[in-house]
T-cell receptor, first 110, second 113 residues
Framework: DTAVSQTPKYLVTQMGNDKSIKCEQN?????MYWYKQDSKKFLKIMFSYNNKELIINETVPNRFSPKSPDKAHLNLHINSLELGDSAVYFC?????????FGPGTRLTVL | EDQVTQSPEALRLQEGESSSLNCSYTVSGLRGLFWYRQDPGKGPEFLFT???AGEEKEKERLKATLTKKESFLHITAPKPEDSATYLCAVLSYSGGGADGLTFGKGTHLIIQP
């Protein structure tokens, strides 16, 4: 009965490849997010998605694109991966009173 | 731009030794202040949301308080299983760049038996 789930947990890939991370929530929340946690453990918002409205943090490269097939899913697509994209990516969902995070996907770009 | 500063960066306590973690913030219109616990290799685990100055919330050995400029997470008689990184975050009307939370860098807490 996992609330927010992500797959895969680990992702190792070569520079220049395109990859996707999947996220699903079964909490019935309206808003979903993607966060990036860098090597210094600092969490930073990348996107929020609510009822087909996407809000993008201006610092996020356009190689990153979230896609939501339905209210319970928000997948993250990354094109032309770079070394600096290596990090842990967290999906989260919110009903307004708190954000609930998934277990994270550790992306390593070689 | 919203800013969140947590102190200390790291704290080592003996089991049963109470202490407090600090989170100071600067926002243009606070919608909520959040505390999370993060264990190694896991996602942040939601603890509390505080909305207005003077508000307090408790959960087991943890108590969170809020003023207009900072929040404290008080840990009473901690146990080794309380060891984790504690994260503070704010949600403001100006948004975190994508209507998300703005996080501090966390306090790494170690409770020694």
């Amino acid at each position: 009965d996992t609330a927010v789930s992500q797959t895969p947990k680990y992702l190792v890939t070569q520079m220049g490849n395109d990859k996707s991370i999947k996220c699903e929530q079964n909490l019935g929340h309206d808003t979903m997010y993607w966060y990036k946690q860098d090597s210094k453990k600092f969490l930073k918002i990348m996107f929020s998605y609510n009822n087909k409205e996407l809000i993008i943090n201006e610092t996020v490269p356009n190689r990153f694109s979230p896609k939501s097939p339905d209210k319970a899913h928000l997948n993250l697509h990354i094109n032309s991966l770079e070394l600096g994209d290596s990090a842990v990516y967290f999906c989260a969902s919110s009903s307004g009173t708190g954000q609930f995070f998934g277990p994270g996907t550790r992306l390593t770009v070689l | 731009e919203d800013q969140v500063t947590q102190s200390p960066e790291a704290l080592r306590l003996q089991e049963g030794e109470s202490s407090s973690l600090n989170c100071s913030y600067t926002v243009s219109g606070l919608r909520g202040l959040f505390w999370y616990r993060q264990d190694p290799g896991k996602g942040p685990e939601f603890l509390f949301t505080l909305y207005s100055a003077g508000e307090e919330k408790e959960k087991e050995r943890l108590k969170a308080t809020l003023t207009k400029k900072e929040s404290f997470l008080h840990i009473t008689a901690p146990k080794p299983e309380d060891s984790a990184t504690y994260l503070c975050a704010v949600l403001s009307y100006s948004g975190g760049g994508a209507d998300g939370l703005t996080f501090g860098k966390g306090t790494h807490l170690i409770i020694q038996p």
